[in-house]
C-alpha cells in the first residue's frame, strides 16, 4: 500500500479532528512518559476517562499529577501498575482492571523497549523485545477483549518503520534469539510482530463474524526517552545526534495512536503514522507496511504460538442477537 493523506487533506490528521470523548474509557500501557504520556494529554483534554499502565508507582503518580494539570473538567486519570516482562504482573493488572470497570473504549499498546545493547531474558524467559513488546500485550490484549468487545473498542497496536529491520519472516526457530543476537533484529522482529498481531486478529474476527477491531500506527521517528534507555552509549550518542537532525516531538509521535484510538474515518488494519522520509517524518496519514508483515499464514502461526507461549485464550466468536 502506498503512502496516503486521505481523507485528512494535504496536512494530515491533526488533533484538531478528536471528537469529544466524554464517557469513553481508554487504557494506555506506558502512558508515564514519552508518546503514551502524550496521548494520554490529548485523549484527556477531549473528556476521555484515561488509566495508564506502568512498572513504577512513583513515576506513574508523578505522571498522573502532571496530567490532570491538563485535564478538562469531566476528564478522568488514573493508574495501574503492570511489568509486561512478568505475565502474571499482566494477568494481575488485568483481573484487577477488569474487576473495576465494565467496558474499554480503547486499548492504546504503546509501552516498549529499544534496542536492548545486550540478550536479556524477561521472568517468564522470553526474549526482552519480544516478550515486552508483543507477547505480553498479546497477553493483556486477550484479558481485556471482553471489555473492549462490550464497548466496540478498538485495540491499537503501536509498530515501527522498524518492523523493516525485522526481516523477511518472524525466526519461529529462534523466538528467543539463543544464537547471533542483535538489538536492531531483535527489536524489529517485535515491531513486525506487533503488526502481524493485529491483522490476524481482524482476520479471525471477520471469519467469526464480528467487525475488526485491531489498528495500527506508528510514531515516525520521535524525540523520546525510549531512545535514551535502551540502546548501547554509542548507539545512544548516535541517536541523539538524529534528534537534532531529524526527530520531531513526542506529542507529533503521539498523535497516530489518538487517531488510531478515536478517528470515527480510520480502518481497521491500516498503519497510521508520518508519510514523509520512508515514514520517519511529515503529516500523518497511511503508511504501507512490509511484505513480510503482510504474510498471513506466518501471523497464524505467531498467532498460534503467542496463545501457547502466554496461555492466553480469546473469545472472538460473534455476539448473539435474538
Same mark, same amino acid.
Given at each position: 500500500?502506498?503512502?496516503?493523506?486521505?481523507?485528512?487533506?494535504?496536512?494530515?490528521?491533526? @488533533?484538531?479532528?478528536?471528537? %469529544?470523548?466524554?464517557?469513553?474509557?481508554?487504557? *494506555? $500501557?506506558?502512558?508515564? !512518559?514519552?508518546?503514551?504520556?502524550? &496521548? +494520554? =494529554?490529548?485523549?484527556?483534554?477531549?473528556?476521555?476517562?484515561? $488509566?495508564?499502565?506502568?512498572?513504577?508507582?512513583?513515576?506513574?503518580?508523578?505522571?498522573?499529577?502532571?496530567?490532570?494539570?491538563?485535564?478538562?473538567?469531566?476528564?478522568? *486519570?488514573?493508574?495501574?501498575?503492570?511489568?509486561? +516482562? %512478568?505475565?502474571?504482573?499482566?494477568?494481575? #493488572?488485568?483481573?484487577?482492571?477488569?474487576?473495576?470497570?465494565? =467496558?474499554?473504549?480503547?486499548?492504546?499498546?504503546? +509501552?516498549?523497549?529499544?534496542?536492548?545493547?545486550?540478550?536479556?531474558?524477561?521472568?517468564?524467559?522470553?526474549?526482552?523485545?519480544?516478550?515486552?513488546?508483543?507477547?505480553?500485550?498479546?497477553?493483556? !490484549?486477550?484479558?481485556?477483549?471482553?471489555?473492549?468487545?462490550? #464497548?466496540?473498542?478498538?485495540?491499537?497496536?503501536?509498530?515501527?518503520?522498524?518492523?523493516?529491520?525485522?526481516?523477511? #519472516? *518472524?525466526?519461529?526457530? %529462534?523466538?528467543?534469539?539463543?544464537?547471533?543476537? $542483535?538489538?536492531?533484529?531483535?527489536?524489529?522482529?517485535?515491531?513486525?510482530?506487533?503488526?502481524?498481531?493485529?491483522?490476524?486478529?481482524?482476520?479471525?474476527? !471477520?471469519?467469526?463474524?464480528?467487525?475488526?477491531?485491531? @489498528?495500527?500506527?506508528?510514531?515516525? @521517528? &520521535? +524525540?523520546?526517552?525510549?531512545?535514551?534507555?535502551?540502546?548501547?552509549?554509542?548507539?545512544?550518542?548516535?541517536?541523539?545526534?538524529?534528534?537534532?537532525?531529524?526527530?520531531?516531538?513526542?506529542?507529533?509521535?503521539?498523535?497516530?495512536?489518538?487517531?488510531? #484510538?478515536?478517528?470515527?474515518?480510520?480502518?481497521?488494519?491500516?498503519? @497510521?503514522?508520518?508519510?514523509?522520509?520512508?515514514?520517519?517524518?511529515?503529516?500523518?496519514?497511511? $503508511?504501507? *507496511?512490509?511484505?513480510?508483515?503482510?504474510? &498471513?499464514?506466518? &501471523?497464524?502461526?505467531?498467532?498460534?504460538?503467542?496463545?501457547?507461549?502466554?496461555?492466553?485464550?480469546?473469545?472472538?466468536?460473534?455476539?448473539?442477537?435474538?
Amino acid at each position: 500500500m502506498s503512502t496516503q493523506l486521505l481523507p485528512f487533506g494535504k496536512k494530515g490528521w491533526d @488533533y484538531g479532528r478528536v471528537p %469529544d470523548l466524554a464517557g469513553r474509557h481508554y487504557a *494506555i $500501557t506506558g502512558g508515564n !512518559s514519552g508518546l503514551g504520556f502524550e &496521548a +494520554a =494529554k490529548m485523549l484527556i483534554r477531549r473528556n476521555a476517562h484515561v $488509566t495508564i499502565f506502568c512498572r513504577h508507582e512513583g513515576r506513574a503518580e508523578k505522571a498522573v499529577s502532571e496530567l490532570a494539570e491538563f485535564r478538562s473538567v469531566n476528564a478522568k *486519570i488514573e493508574y495501574e501498575l503492570m511489568d509486561l +516482562a %512478568d505475565l502474571n504482573s499482566v494477568r494481575a #493488572a488485568a483481573e484487577r482492571f477488569t474487576g473495576w470497570h465494565e =467496558k474499554l473504549d480503547g486499548l492504546i499498546n504503546n +509501552a516498549g523497549l529499544m534496542m536492548v545493547p545486550k540478550r536479556v531474558l524477561t521472568k517468564d524467559d522470553f526474549e526482552l523485545h519480544m516478550g515486552v513488546n508483543h507477547f505480553g500485550h498479546f497477553l493483556f !490484549s486477550a484479558l481485556l477483549f471482553d471489555l473492549i468487545k462490550k #464497548a466496540d473498542g478498538r485495540i491499537v497496536s503501536v509498530s515501527s518503520v522498524a518492523h523493516r529491520w525485522g526481516g523477511e #519472516a *518472524i525466526n519461529f526457530d %529462534d523466538l528467543n534469539w539463543h544464537e547471533n543476537y $542483535t538489538p536492531m533484529g531483535a527489536y524489529g522482529q517485535s515491531k513486525l510482530a506487533n503488526i502481524m498481531f493485529i491483522l490476524e486478529l481482524n482476520r479471525k474476527l !471477520s471469519a467469526a463474524g464480528r467487525e475488526p477491531c485491531g @489498528y495500527l500506527c506508528h510514531p515516525g @521517528y &520521535a +524525540a523520546t526517552n525510549l531512545q535514551r534507555t535502551g540502546p548501547s552509549f554509542l548507539t545512544r550518542m548516535g541517536l541523539e545526534v538524529m534528534n537534532v537532525l531529524f526527530a520531531h516531538s513526542p506529542f507529533h509521535g503521539a498523535k497516530s495512536q489518538v487517531l488510531a #484510538a478515536t478517528d470515527p474515518e480510520a480502518q481497521p488494519g491500516l498503519f @497510521y503514522g508520518p508519510t514523509k522520509m520512508r515514514g520517519l517524518s511529515g503529516p500523518v496519514g497511511v $503508511t504501507p *507496511i512490509s511484505h513480510a508483515a503482510g504474510n &498471513a499464514e506466518a &501471523a497464524a502461526r505467531l498467532w498460534n504460538v503467542s496463545e501457547e507461549l502466554t496461555g492466553a485464550r480469546w473469545d472472538l466468536a460473534a455476539n448473539e442477537t435474538g
